[in-house]
């Protein structure tokens, strides 16, 4: 028989890559420091990348050239996403410590399906499990799954809810909805086979929230889906009311909380989310509002057995354990351990600091509303959490100023239609942003809007 060996291989396998191991530590170091260019990379940059479009090279390339490539391209053209003037989407930033976490978990290379594959992995899961559900105060019986963000949690607990209500057939099921539920929810529902038809659309006020009195008659073949933080104006559903009204007829009702449900962990804030621990399932995000890295996505459903059963597969090489097997608990089995850069957050932070991040968030993005508004933006949102969104004069200026902003390179803020304006949408979701960044964006917007009006 041939033993063959690829002198490619081999050469990968005997290289010494101290110095690039070096080379590459150094430069996730400088990237972390930088704060000399524009947030998005400008126009002259982002061609750089019309460089890469090549074709796949039949011998091998040199790796220090790679990665030397790899961390020019890193410094150009990345957006600066996580850095303290990042305001577009729903990004937040990520913590060092859950960064460092990161890369440990990475260079072990775990994978998370078994326990079997990783006790280590499966362990810090399982205190994950408890952690966040303890943070949340939500009852013990709950399972959490961690998988790449809310849109695939929201599946996951959507799917628990169907598969409870009628596992055969899904037609039979009603899913009341808000007229603003996020893109990703609707997405949920299309992948779980759910037609339009089923659904019924609730009208919200002006805010985003539900009109509670235009609720259709709930009954235990609905599915009710709830926000908490609407994507735009941050806005909290009642929560107590509907949930109360949609368990008296054995609904489920889901909530997507994939940034705002932290408010629940926040004394100065809870009053949003009264009553949402009456739900029976929630979708939330740590790469958002607590700042790791992405991805990382949590999904939470009450009825444990209900949500192990709805994701159950066996297979004879799949050995289980009295130990938990990650794999049981979301779609994926393969996963890399992304509970390692949540359990070392968590651990960072506290209670006490979970609670003090999002409360400077919401008073941060209160002290932005208000001096955007001295500046002469309408404020249409309530802002109750994180989101700003505001308005110039009209749709035209709102844009061109948006515009002006993105492209002054000291901060990035993204757009939506709220109230059918085009407006400019502020998400204050990362950790490092102080007063005084908000003070040098404000800045730049005064003259942007001072030049406008002349
Ligand atoms: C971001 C977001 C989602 C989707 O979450 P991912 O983590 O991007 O998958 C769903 N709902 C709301 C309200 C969001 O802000």
């Not at 909530?255 to 004394?267: I, S």
Request: charge should be negative.
């Amino acid at each position: 028989m041939e033993k063959f060996t690829s002198e490619i291989i081999e050469q990968m396998r005997n290289e010494e890559c101290d110095e690039r191991w070096d080379y590459t530590f150094n430069k996730i170091k400088d990237y972390l420091n930088i704060d000399n260019r524009e947030i998005f990379p400008n126009e002259s940059d982002l061609s750089l990348l019309d460089n890469l479009d090549k074709e796949l090279n039949d011998q091998p390339d040199e790796a220090s050239d790679i990665i030397e490539q790899l961390a020019f391209l890193g410094e150009k053209t990345t957006t600066l996403s996580s850095s303290a003037r990042y305001f577009g989407f729903v990004v937040g930033s990520s913590f060092p410590i859950a960064l460092q976490a990161r890369l440990l978990a990475d260079t072990w290379d775990q994978n998370s399906a078994l326990y079997l594959m990783s006790p280590l992995a499966s362990k810090i899961e399982e205190i994950c499990e408890k952690w966040m559900i303890d943070l949340l105060q939500f009852p013990s019986t709950c399972a959490m799954g961690i998988v790449s963000g809310s849109a695939s949690a929201t599946i996951l607990a959507l799917n628990a809810a169907c598969y409870k209500i009628n596992r055969e057939e899904r037609s039979k099921i009603k899913v009341v909805i808000g007229e603003q539920a996020h893109a990703t929810v609707f997405k949920s529902l299309k992948i779980l086979g759910i037609t339009s038809k089923q659904m019924v659309l609730v009208p919200c006020d002006e805010k985003g929230k539900i009109k509670v009195d235009e609720l259709p008659i709930l009954d235990d073949n609905t599915i009710v889906i709830l926000q908490a933080g609407n994507v735009n104006g941050g806005a909290y559903d009642d929560f107590e009311t509907i949930c109360k009204l949609a368990n008296e007829k054995g609904a489920w009702i889901h909530v997507d909380g994939a940034f705002g449900l932290y408010a629940h962990c926040c004394d100065n804030l809870n009053h949003l989310t009264k009553g949402v621990d009456l739900a029976s399932s929630w979708s939330v995000d740590a790469h958002k509002t607590l700042n790791t890295p992405y991805d990382n996505g949590i999904v939470l459903c009450k009825d444990k057995d209900i949500y192990l059963e709805s994701l159950k597969a066996e297979g004879s090489y799949l050995v289980g354990s009295n130990h938990r097997d990650g794999m049981s608990y979301t779609n994926e089995m393969s996963r890399r351990a992304r509970s390692i850069e949540l359990w070392a957050t968590l651990k960072a932070l506290g209670k006490q600091g979970v609670s003090d991040l999002v409360y400077e968030l919401a008073c941060k993005a209160k002290y932005f509303a208000l001096e955007l508004e001295k500046i002469g933006f309408d404020v249409l949102n309530e802002v109750v959490f994180n989101q700003v969104v505001v308005y110039f004069k009209d749709d035209e200026t709102t844009k061109k100023i948006l515009e002006l902003i993105n492209n002054s390179g000291v901060c990035f803020m993204s757009s939506a239609t709220w109230q059918n304006k085009f407006v400019i949408r502020i998400s204050v979701s990362s950790y490092k942003t102080t007063y005084t960044d908000i003070d040098e964006c404000l800045e730049v917007i005064k003259k942007i809007c001072g030049d406008i009006k002349n």
